[in-house]
């Protein structure tokens, strides 16, 4: 629902921020290109550059902006040339250029309540809603009722959207894999603090990961290791470093505890300590587009969805092996009713690791069906065939049936 309301608003402020400057823009022309102005007449260079400009403006922006700039340098104290300038970049998608030059254009006229709120509009589309939400409250007490009226709005949808100073997640996927007839029980937990508008975030959290398949370390059997079947509690952090790009660096420490008998690294035929430290380091980044059609849209064969995940980080536990994992859906949202959201794609999964592991060596690709049963709830029902090909080992063409539940909640 946040998410929603933040696209609706920045859409909106972006709308009604285009309109200020073109109004600006459009009267700043016959001041300076005036019959009979002795100031600015032709051969001036100020008049000259001008009149290239509203000659250039529509077929060729990028050149516009250059003079305006050109002209910024001539005459610094002229509103004019910042005002068009800052419409200008909007139409470049030039947003944080712009935010430069309506503030110079503020320094010129700091009792212009328009130049604000043009402002607050871009830093807005920008997502720096911290400074936005400054000038939107500032500006619902203006004496003008319509720019009251609009920055009110403004502070109301941002500060139903602000992100919570703390947060608390629950991840929980259960699978069966046919590949291997057993079934795999991924559960994590975290509770923790969003610093910096959630860009940063501090937290505590507890992880299991166990299957079905992995034996340990058994005299009778061959020893065979799957996922990695250890309990671990501990404190983390992570940093987004760009807004704009969904990658977070992170790290993680504690304690961990083995829940199947693990061999010692020096002597394969002892137990290695089930309690040990627990350190991982690395960058995970999870992007999706289109992933949730609207729900007057009940069928919807050519609405195509994308998702892209990744993460490589290195693991104390398994000897600070560095291990890569990304994935790749995309298909169709078919259909999204009563009956809750139904999905079908075409998945590519890699994965490696520096030791060279079989289990983590691998490439593997498919069709899946997903099933969303209650839109309302984050729960994911999913049902993939996939075939895959393993880099080390034995047996290394595969295919798998794998039926999961994903479940993802945050609060």
Do not use: C
């Amino acid at each position: 629902m946040n998410n929603s309301k933040n696209k609706l608003l920045s859409h909106t402020l972006l709308l009604l921020g285009l309109i200020v400057p073109v109004q600006q823009a459009v009267s700043a022309e016959p001041d300076f290109v005036k019959e009979g102005d002795a100031a600015y007449k032709p051969g001036n260079p100020i008049y000259d550059r001008w009149d290239k400009f509203y000659k250039i403006e529509q077929s060729q922006p990028e050149e516009a902006e250059k003079i305006l700039i050109e002209l910024g340098q001539l005459t610094p104290q002229d509103i004019k040339v910042w005002k068009s300038l800052t419409y200008l970049q909007i139409r470049l998608n030039k947003q944080n250029e712009a935010i430069q030059s309506v503030r110079k254009a503020e320094q010129l006229a700091p009792q212009d309540e328009q130049l604000k709120l043009q402002e607050a509009y871009l830093l807005n589309q920008q997502k720096r809603n911290k400074e936005a939400l400054v000038i939107f409250k500032d500006l619902s007490a203006s004496s003008d009722p319509e720019m009251a009226s609009k920055a009110q709005q403004a502070v109301q949808n941002l500060s139903a959207s602000a992100v919570p100073s703390t947060f608390k997640d629950v991840y929980f996927a259960p699978s069966y894999e046919s590949n291997i007839s057993g079934a795999i029980f991924p559960l994590k937990l975290r509770y923790g603090r969003n610093l910096d508008e959630g860009r940063a975030q501090v937290y505590s959290f507890l992880s299991l990961n166990r299957d079905t398949h992995s034996t340990g370390l058994n005299n009778s059997t061959e020893t065979k290791i799957f996922d990695e079947n250890a309990a671990v509690l501990g404190i983390g952090a992570n940093y987004q470093p760009w807004q704009k790009i969904p990658i977070r660096l992170y790290a993680e420490v504690g304690g961990s505890y083995d829940l199947i008998d693990r061999p010692d690294d020096n002597d394969q035929t002892k137990v290695r300590s089930k309690f040990r430290e627990s350190i991982s380091a690395g960058a995970t980044g999870y992007q999706e587009w289109n992933a949730h059609p609207d729900m007057e849209n009940r069928r919807i064969w050519k609405d195509y969805f994308t998702d892209l995940y990744g993460n490589v980080a290195t693991y104390s536990r398994e000897d600070y092996n560095v291990i890569g994992d990304f994935r790749l859906r995309s298909g169709l949202n078919v259909y999204r009713g009563e009956i809750g959201t139904v999905q079908v794609y075409a998945k590519a999964h890699e994965l490696f690791d520096t030791k060279g592991e079989d289990y983590n060596n691998l490439i593997e690709g498919g069709v899946g069906v997903a099933w969303q049963p209650f839109n309302y709830m984050p729960i994911k029902f999913r049902v993939e065939q996939l075939y895959g090909y393993r880099f080390k080992g034995e047996n290394q063409d595969y295919d798998n049936t794998r039926v999961e539940m994903v479940f993802y909640k945050n609060f």
